[in-house]
């Protein structure tokens, strides 16, 4: 028996991703700066997971980013405590939970990290939601600190000349922003630098995000919204774009020795919307149970998924289009036609729509990619009601009882 | 009043007006889910501009297509607009608001065929020059792409007359919501509800002859009828309603009945669509483009952080309100969100509120009604 045992360690042991001790402590060192900025002297600006960063870091801002503090408060599980005092102060239950944690934790440095550091500016980039705009205001007037907003018009079915024109001239306002913000002038040439390094930093998500392809997938989607982390936080650093050169290597290695991320991958699934947070483990141990690997999602490739508008030759102007047009700012059908890119280029055998209570841009239309994918892919799907942030939307049995009908489902379409 | 018959006749049953309306006259019609949409444009094309608020009537329909954690107004214009409610339309106008109606734009020409489709995606942010620039060139195109999908020619002139005319209807809206504020008594909220409904379901040439009758008749009324008794005879409490859209006519009665009375409102369906004269001097398309981002901000939209709060307190204040009504629908994040910061600031201004949440239609029931007269009687207490 003990022999066994350890076989079982081995094995789990071997599939462990090693770069994440580096994550972590590349994380750590991070937000301790973040946390020090105003022993240091440097400014912190607060701005969307979606908004263009690239400026701050040329100019020697630190980005700091509520959705990701929102992800951590989720997953510490503090996400149903925090949104209960949001309700307090009078914020509905229905609102967005990453929201509502974090202006719940900001007037007691509340969740997991105590607080975030107070912002000097808030950058806002109405991207990937409206939600954002009213959190982001209600933030600005609470800690009396100026707020930048980027309008990104969406586009339903394509971008308008007219669009295009307002963001480029708002990117110019962004940089005048920051200039009398910092008081100093915005640097050009270490612009392009950043510009550089952001393109690559993507570039490289994208390879690793691409190695799971392979059969078995050497890390799963629960791996990715662990890793996505530097690239949303500190895209355009050297830092960013190191790491995900190591992580690539790691995850060649694994796919030459051999390594899934499950253990019998024998079911291929990808995943449409935000992770829940407080729940990450606990899916991936019940997929792994069944053989099943979340291969792909919608949500990490988001960081992504626009280079083809980049120009690298002229990051700042080409940035209007790419952070105009993410998954999130698109029409559902287009949407929709991603999924099926996705399908097709992970070699998907059902599709796991998390319907997320807090994401309604995300969420609505999801039950029309569920039909687009079914008739143009016979790829079966399955939903989960929960929300990203706050447990107590989340029902563990129910949610057992799905995926297991689900796989079952697909395991009689798909016998071994 | 024969006016104020026919205006609740149209508010109880928008869709078989407009439905009649087209067989009778031949006009097409053009639908929109939004105040921001430009009528002045829809209507100098030809058509006569339809506010779509979704009956519901087959609300199921539309849970096929949205989660139950979308607002009933999405969810009932979906399922109108599936289950063939909507078959009068020649079109249909999504100016960029919210995030569901955002879906609800893409729901709409995916799984429906009302011809036109257009998306108005309007500037979030309503101030400064870049805004304006770009507000202005939205609707340019959006001329142009009426003037091509439909084989037509919009002229300037045209555009300029129907705008005069929508002027002379804000005008005369302002006259009667001025009436109100000095004699609360002068038109029942119900009333003032099917004249609004009115406004955004009729032709305009036709609803200003009638809201002209109605201003007449009610401002030779004599000494207007000044305060009606409230509760047990008191003077009933002077009211500010904010909000989104409220469809509901019961939603006034149940505050009249509860002794209170509205004298103001900071609604979409009321106040915020009309704030805004247009200037007739100029490049016409430029001036609507203004007036659209000057009118009182709807909060998905952005003016400075603290513009709506401030609005909306001298609003109150102007028109000695006693307390505030927020009236939201359920699932309305950018009503939502702004909720605690403005009833603190009233707060803080001496002003009180109180917050009702409605599923589509306001069900004044036992504990709606238990909270009003709790709300109203400590507004008399004060």
């Given at each position: ?211 799971t392809a392979?059969?078995?997938s050497?890390?799963s989607a629960?791996?990715a ?42 079911y291929r699934l990808l995943w449409d919307n ?18 099943a690997c979340l291969v792909a999602d919608t949500y990490t490739s ?36 991603t999924v099926i890119e996705m399908i097709d280029k992970y070699h998907i055998d059902g599709l796991v729509v998390h ?14 990619i569920l039909?687009?994918v079914?008739?143009?892919r016979?790829v079966p799907g399955m ?34 | ?382």
């Amino acid at each position: 028996m003990a022999g066994h045992g350890e076989k079982e360690d081995s094995k789990k042991q071997r599939r462990k991703i090693k770069s994440v001790a580096k994550m972590k402590e590349i994380m750590t060192t991070y937000y301790i700066e973040a946390k020090t900025a105003r022993e240091t002297g440097k400014k912190v600006a607060w701005i969307t997971s979606g908004g263009p960063v690239e400026p701050l870091i040329a100019m020697d801002v630190i980005p700091v980013y509520p959705e990701n503090h929102g992800a951590m408060i989720g997953a510490s599980k503090m996400g149903g405590d925090l949104c209960e005092k949001s309700e307090q102060m009078g914020y509905s239950p229905d609102l967005c939970s990453y929201a509502c944690a974090d202006i719940a934790a900001a007037p007691i440095n509340g969740g997991p990290i105590g607080g975030l550091p107070e912002p000097d500016m808030l950058i806002c980039c109405n991207n990937i939601c409206g939600s954002v705009l009213k959190w982001y205001e209600i933030q600005a007037r609470h800690f009396n600190a100026p707020l930048f907003i980027l309008d990104t018009p969406i586009s339903h079915v394509d971008f308008s000349k007219e669009a295009h024109d307002y963001v480029r001239n708002q990117i110019r306002d962004y940089i005048a922003f920051l200039e009398k913000e910092c008081g100093k002038s915005f640097d050009y040439d270490r612009m392009n630098d950043v510009g550089r390094l952001s393109i690559e930093g993507q570039r490289l998500w994208q390879a690793v995000l691409d190695t799971t392809a392979n059969r078995p997938s050497p890390m799963s989607a629960f791996d990715a919204f662990f890793h996505l982390a530097l690239i949303v936080t500190l895209r355009g650093t050297q830092e960013a774009t190191d790491y995900y050169k190591t992580l690539l290597a790691e995850m060649k290695t694994r796919i030459k020795d051999g390594i899934g991320a499950v253990e019998n991958e024998t079911y291929r699934l990808l995943w449409d919307n935000l992770p829940i947070w407080s729940k990450t483990k606990w899916l991936s141990e019940k997929f792994s149970s069944l053989n099943a690997c979340l291969v792909a999602d919608t949500y990490t490739s988001a960081w992504c998924g626009t280079m083809k508008y980049i120009d690298e030759t002229d990051f700042l102007e080409s940035m209007a289009q790419a952070y105009s047009r993410v998954h999130l700012n698109i029409g559902t059908d287009q949407m929709a036609e991603t999924v099926i890119e996705m399908i097709d280029k992970y070699h998907i055998d059902g599709l796991v729509v998390h319907s997320n209570r807090s994401c309604k841009p995300y969420s609505f239309g999801q039950y029309d990619i569920l039909d687009i994918v079914r008739k143009k892919r016979g790829v079966p799907g399955m939903v989960i009601e929960a929300d990203m942030v706050d447990e107590r939307s989340f029902s563990e049995s129910q949610v057992e009882t799905r995926i297991d009908a689900f796989m079952e489902m697909i395991g009689a379409a798909k016998p071994v | 009043m024969e006016t104020l018959e026919k205006f609740h006749e149209i508010a109880r049953d928008p869709f078989s007006f407009a439905r009649a309306a087209k067989a009778a006259g031949g006009m097409n019609i053009m639908g929109y889910v939004c105040s921001y949409a430009p009528i002045e444009i829809i209507s100098a094309a030809g058509f006569l501009p339809f506010r779509i608020f979704g009956q519901g009537k087959n609300s199921e329909k539309a849970d096929a297509h949205l989660q139950s954690y979308c607002c009933g107004h999405v969810r009932n214009a979906l399922s109108d607009a599936i289950s063939g409610e909507l078959d009068f339309l020649d079109g249909t106008i999504f100016p960029h608001t919210c995030d569901s109606i955002q879906r609800l734009s893409d729901l709409w020409r995916m799984n429906t065929d009302f011809g036109f489709h257009y998306d108005l995606v309007v500037p979030v942010k309503v101030s400064g020059e870049n805004a304006e620039k770009y507000m202005t060139a939205v609707l340019r195109r959006f001329r142009n792409e009426l003037e091509s999908a439909f084989q037509i020619e919009i002229s300037d002139d045209k555009i300029r007359a129907a705008a005069d005319k929508y002027n002379r209807i804000r005008s005369g809206l302002k006259r009667l919501y001025a009436l109100r504020l000095e004699s609360p008594g002068a038109i029942s909220g119900s009333d003032m509800h099917a004249a609004l409904r009115a406004f955004m379901s009729m032709d305009p040439d036709r609803f200003l002859d009638m809201l002209e009758a109605l201003m007449k008749h009610l401002e030779a009324s004599g000494p207007l009828a000044g305060e009606r008794d409230g509760q047990d005879g008191a003077t009933p409490k002077r009211l500010m309603i904010s909000g989104g859209i409220c469809d509901s006519p019961d939603f006034y009665s149940f505050i009249e009945e509860a002794g209170g009375v509205v004298v103001q409102d900071d609604l979409c369906s009321g106040s915020r669509s009309f704030s805004e004269q247009i200037d007739l001097n100029g490049d016409i398309i430029e001036s609507i483009g203004k007036s659209y981002l000057k009118r009182i901000v709807c909060p998905s939209k952005h003016d400075d952080l603290y513009a709506r709060g401030n609005r909306l307190l001298e609003s109150a204040k102007k028109a000695k309100a006693d307390g505030v009504v927020f009236i939201f629908l359920k699932f309305c994040d950018p009503h939502l969100f702004d909720y605690p910061w403005l009833r603190n600031l009233l707060k803080e201004n001496g002003i009180d509120s109180i917050m009702f949440e409605m599923e589509d239609k306001f069900l004044p029931d036992g504990p709606f009604k238990t909270r009003m007269e709790a709300f109203l009687e400590m507004a008399r207490n004060r």
